[in-house]
């Protein structure tokens, strides 16, 4: 066995969660802001193709259930993401989530995602993922406004996203969320407000919204260091998430971490497996899999991924065995991110009660839990618990 045995319940008796995350590289265009692993049609070059990539993805899938052999359990979420997983069609999409209840199994309450640029689906396409068992649609919104879209190198006009929503929601999605990027150079306040009231006027169950950060090496952070751009300002980014915040609850959606907001049972489950550091198989270019405390990760190339599939050879490039204090690390890092907190014992007292006194904590329940003012510096408070 490469991973060992892992848990098949959890600490109340009950099956352990567990998740896959399957990785789609193709995108349309390059987005500006963008440093995932993804790539166009121009940069993939040959020994790779897309219409039949998704025979290499389920290839992985089967990889993964022979590597876990009896450990192998069903999957209660999935998420499809990239890049532009639509990109490659339904019936695509539905043939690989066939293998994995084929080859793991799906809870019968499992949540399946797919992420999606608004000018990649229509009607017919997301009627086809629906009854196929897709059961979450997640979409690039990033703004309304068209001079942050051209900034953000979007393709999509600045009302296609609230379009694509309303579509799922018209066939059938009762789970739909809406990207938002917040603090692009050029942004007003009144240009996020806008975009905020066309996602809400969408019916969507969940927004993320995500400050811009400049990611060295992209174009963007080209632009900015040759001054044709501004960088992005701590202060106004700070104002920002504050309109975002208020702005989302008043209309019903709470923070359930710092950066994803929800109806009541609108909450992304995949993604609170991260948080809780559950476990999960990445399938696809460069994506990274945990398992009791194993992380790995694939390769990047999608050529290379698939020759190493083709040749019935694992795709992993490289692993890390996580050490006791690893994990307690990326369980504060993480953890401290949600709504829920974290329980009291697991943090140095003394720290808690200073952050306490400078109200970036609050205690419930003997829980710390981030205060509105803590979430603006969250990533202080989390150095602070971590010293």
């Not at 009950?14 to 998740?19: I, K, R, S, V, W």
């Not at 359930?256 to 609108?266: K, L």
């Not at 990760?297 to 050879?313: C, I, Q, S």
Request: charged share 25%.
């Amino acid at each position: 066995m490469p991973f060992g045995r892992t848990p098949a319940l959890d600490e109340t008796g009950l099956p352990a969660p567990f998740g896959l995350y399957v990785h789609v590289p193709f995108c349309a265009s390059r987005c500006g802001y963008c440093d995932f692993n993804t790539y166009t049609a121009t940069e993939l070059g040959s020994g790779v193709s897309q219409a039949s990539f998704h025979e290499v993805l389920a290839a992985e899938v089967r990889f993964a259930a022979r590597s876990l052999g009896a450990d192998c359990r069903p999957v209660d979420t999935v998420f499809i993401g990239g890049g532009t997983p639509t990109l490659l069609g339904a019936n695509a999409l539905v043939s690989v989530l066939d293998v994995i209840r084929a080859e793991f199994g799906l809870t019968p309450d499992a949540e399946v995602t797919t992420e999606a640029n608004p000018d990649s689906v229509d009607d017919a396409m997301l009627a086809a993922l629906l009854a196929g068992g897709f059961t979450r649609m997640s979409f690039g919104m990033q703004s309304s406004s068209s001079a942050v879209l051209r900034i953000l190198d979007r393709t999509h006009t600045p009302g296609a996203s609230v379009d694509a929503a309303l579509m799922a929601g018209r066939v059938g999605f009762d789970h739909v969320n809406l990207d938002l990027i917040y603090g692009t150079p050029g942004e007003s306040d009144d240009d996020l407000r806008r975009s905020l009231d066309d996602a809400l006027s969408a019916g969507v169950d969940h927004v993320s919204a995500y400050s811009l950060i400049v990611e060295d090496g992209t174009p963007l952070a080209r632009r900015v260091r040759r001054g044709e751009l501004p960088a992005p300002d701590d202060d106004v980014l700070a104002d920002r998430y504050a309109i975002v915040d208020d702005t989302l609850r008043a209309a019903g959606l709470d923070w359930y971490e710092v950066s994803n907001w929800a109806q009541s049972g609108g909450e992304c489950r995949h993604n609170l497996g991260y948080w809780h550091d559950d476990d999960w198989w990445g399938i696809g270019p460069g994506a990274h899999g945990h398992l009791d405390g194993v992380r790995w990760w694939n390769v990047k190339h999608p050529r290379t991924y698939a020759e190493r599939l083709e040749a019935d050879a694992s795709p992993e490039e490289g692993r890390e065995v996580l050490t006791g204090d690893q994990r307690h690390v990326e369980r504060v890092m993480l953890g401290m991110r949600l709504a829920e907190g974290m329980d009291a014992a697991e943090l140095p007292a003394d720290v808690v009660g200073e952050l306490v006194a400078d109200g970036l904590v609050g205690l419930t329940a003997d829980r710390v839990v981030l205060t509105d003012r803590g979430r603006l510096l969250a990533d202080g408070v989390i150095r602070r618990l971590l010293a």
